[in-house]
């Protein structure tokens, strides 16, 4: 069964950059993102982690840890920052996951159970789907899961924006819309009532029956 959002996010323990962790027990009672590459020493997932380095600053100010995996042991994790570094300028300083065994990524529906039981000789095409991006609430359920093919850099800026958008709309009864960027009108859900929105946002235009933008509501 592929985890869906709102699904509990599979719990595990595994050796990190950073040592030990138990990941609910890391994640404690903020946000979190996993996000998961084919194999270290590749030119995309080389641009990636950097610039996740770049907006780690970002991610924290929003109450978000970050964490990488590959189904690569931790030394060889080691090995690649200085990589990280010369191609982006960056440093890696969130831990990232050794998955040699291949459990995680087996946990996370990334391979199949049949995938095997180490990294070993597996090319980045065997980890293909090993490309996910996954962030989780403070309940510890998956909140939104994006998968890219290898030859697709992702867009962070993108994971930040939809991280907004989460956790203005878990404290609103709003919704944000297409393209939607911090500050930017949102649209009233349908559980609020006209004479409720008056009260809770002060004002709001009707487009259609069902779409009712307003103003951003302040944190």
């Known amino acids: 069964m592929s985890l869906r959002i709102n699904d509990i996010a599979p719990d595990f323990t595994a050796e990190t ?4 962790i138990n990941f609910h027990d890391w994640i404690g ?4 993102i996993l996000f998961s590459h084919p194999k270290n020493f590749t030119p995309v997932c080389t641009t990636e982690l950097g610039t996740m380095a770049g907006l780690e600053g970002e991610f924290k100010k929003r109450n978000v840890k970050v964490i990488g995996i590959s189904v690569d042991p931790v030394a060889s994790h080691d090995k690649w920052q200085a990589d990280i570094k010369t191609a982006t300028g960056q ?3 969130y831990p990232l996951i050794g998955d040699k065994d291949l459990k995680v990524a087996k946990l996370y529906d990334m391979l199949p159970a049949g995938a095997g039981e180490t990294s070993e000789g597996r090319t980045p095409a065997d980890n293909a789907t090993v490309r996910s991006v996954y ?3 403070p309940d510890k359920k998956i909140k939104l899961v994006l998968t890219y093919p290898m030859t697709t850099g992702r867009n962070f800026d993108e994971i930040l924006r939809a991280v907004d958008s989460m956790q203005l709309t878990a404290k609103h009864q709003v ?6 960027k911090q500050g930017e009108d949102v649209i009233i859900t349908a559980a ?3 004479e409720d929105a008056i ?7 009707t487009i259609l029956p069902y779409l009712r933008k307003t103003k951003q509501p302040s944190a």
């Open 17 to 20: 950059t950073q040592g030990t």
């Open 29 to 32: 009672d903020g946000w979190a």
């Open 91 to 93: 440093t890696v300083n």
């Open 135 to 137: 962030v989780i609430g």
């Open 175 to 180: 919704a944000t819309p297409a393209n939607w």
């Open 192 to 194: 609020v009532s006209n």
């Open 199 to 205: 009260k809770r946002f002060g004002a709001f235009d």
